[in-house]
């Protein structure tokens, strides 16, 4: 082939993270440690324990759960036929199978959320067996294809909380409000606001619905497409509408406090009280129901500030009915879920990041006998705890300190001939540009000294 005609080569694809997805880099990832973290100490404080759970299930359970008319359910969930088949037809035709050939047992979902897990494995392992209450908590990447936005992304994390037995007492659904206030407190999280609201039972709750769909027919044509479409399929939501237009109509509904059955009122009475008697301030919101169809009584959402329309940093209620649907015995249960994303974004915005995480020490060493040192001082300092950047190659001695700097290292450590010959290593404090010589010993006791005074 002459020159002329050989073929452009082609570039290749530049890869690129799918939209709605996102990485998340140092440092910002310290913060994501220190809210974890947080959640571990504050939560096992309340006799919580960790879960940890699959990424994806089946999809009937987030059907059943969730709610096959649900948004999350029929237009968001990321679902795949999982059969044994399926992937040996693919790898043979390189073709993906229609959906009409899939088998339904076998298609499979990322989860978008946790709850319906938690109640899979306490069914799954018998946990009603346990001592109860059981108190668990969970953390990890959700999926949902929804609109990417500022606080909304296909893959997301949820920092999850389930209490699953014992009784249905208003203390159960204070108690974990509690935790979660306490936990936004420890973080500094700013403009913290928590709505509350009982949604009924499923004694009280369809008949409310009934009136409530047959208000909003008699105002029907003064409703955008979405409510008019709610008003057959959960007029609930159309509670939950926040169009301009919509509003005055939606305020003259009728309100549920004023048609649950005395069981409801009773509880909801007895949650608020317990709110009260923590210290927990809330706001009543009639309006609040929850996207998820497996709530029954309290529910709850918490606003915080710098998130703009996507302001929920966290969502929760009681599910009493769900163990049951799922095949499982009769269980009370309530919980919520944090979205850590939005918990960074507001922390961020109110200027709450980590601190970056520079080095401790950066070993400038010269000469084949220094680096047997230094990889010495290096294993024997970090395992002391501090963070050690030991350079693969020697280096200049100028570049060594220009890099430690760039590093954001708090001392360079300089190991040459000299100072292996008498032992006595030199220490430089990289923002003052002091110097002073330690044995190993000594070292470690100025280091740790150091950090003592200024964590
Ligand atoms: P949820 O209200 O659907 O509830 O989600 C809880 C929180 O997850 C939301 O308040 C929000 O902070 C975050 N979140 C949801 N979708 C996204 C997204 N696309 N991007 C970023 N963050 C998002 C539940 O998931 C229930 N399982 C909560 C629960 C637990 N109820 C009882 N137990």
Redesign the pocket.
Known sequence: MSEGTAKKEEKPRKFQAIRGTRDLLPPETALWNRVEQTAHQVFASYGFGEIRLPIFEATDLFARSIGAETD?VSKEMYTFDGSAEFYARFREKRVVGTLSEMLPEEVISLR????ASVCRSYIEHNMQQWPQPVKLYTFGP?F?R?RPQK????Q?Y?I???VLGGSDAPGIDAELIEMVMTFFERLGLEGVELDINCIGDKKCRPKYVELLRAELRKVKDKLGPDSQRRIETNPLRVLDSKLENEQKLIEGMPHIADHLCEECAENYRGVKKELELRGVKYRENWRLV???DY?SRTTF?ITAKGLGS?N??????R?DGLMELLGGPPTRA??????E??LILSLQEAGKTAAPQGRDVYIAWMGEKAYATAIDAAKNLRAAGFSVELPPVEQKFGKALGQADKLGARYALILGDNEVASGEWTLKTLASGEQAKFTEASLLEFLRKGKMGSS
Do not use: N, S
């Open positions: 999350v978008p959320e946790a709850t959700m949902r929804e606080g909304r992304y296909r997301f949820q999850d909380a389930e929850r996207g998820l709530y959402e996507q929920a940093v966290c969502g929760g209620g599910y309530t919980g919520f879920a944090i979205g994303d939005r």
